[in-house]
């Protein structure tokens, strides 16, 4: 199986900063990455599909890159509703794995 | 908009079989995989698998042999059974649909809809 990794595993920002978290797979996922965010209490929201398409209504404060064996989710200006859990999910195979998660706190 | 909904019991006894069904509605159940993922409390997301109605069934092998899913056209329902349970699947539960897009030639699935989530508890 294919196995995700994240880091770091949180962080404290303040609004406005620039975020990067990290995504590494244990083999190339070529660009069959994708990216959701969480918030206590609810369902993770799909943000990026394909290592870098933007899904649907999603803010395009968030960005994302890589391919092969190392991704990164971007939040260009963070804003409060930005604050939450943030995980990479593989699609490369058919069995899917999603990293252990990077939260985002207010800093 | 589609909207999914998850439903079974909360409390499962140890040994026992857990059985959860989605109800997808404002769509058809048809054309699309549908997945299960769960979360233990404070804990990380965890894929169980994914089934479209057609096709053999895709599971987490940590959970193969004790996963079955299936999927009903005619309720617009899909399902989760997890058998010889134990408090390590104490969990919430989520359903979503796995939709794809076609870029380049290649198709890329995200888990696009999801239900609220149901929790299930293991214990006597």
Known sequence: ?107 | QIQLQESGPGLVKPSETLSLTCTVSGGSISSYYWSWIRQPAGKGLEWIGRIYSSLSPNYNPSLKSRVIMSVDTSKNQFSLTLTSVTAADTAVYFCARDNWVEQWGYYFYGLDVWGQGTTVTVSS
């Open chain 1, 1 to 107: 199986d294919i196995q995700m990794t994240q880091s770091p595993s949180s962080l404290s920002a303040s609004v406005g900063d620039r975020v990067t978290i990290t995504c590494r797979a244990s083999q190339s996922v070529s660009s069959y990455l994708n990216w959701y965010q969480q918030k206590p209490g609810q369902p993770p929201k799909l943000l990026i599909y394909g290592a870098s398409s933007l899904q649907g209504g999603v803010t395009s404060r968030f960005s994302g890159s890589g391919s092969g064996t190392d991704f990164t989710l971007t939040i260009s200006s963070l804003q409060p509703e930005d604050f939450a859990t943030y995980y990479c999910q593989q699609t490369y195979t058919s069995v899917f794995t999603f990293g252990p998660g990077t939260t985002v706190d207010i800093k």
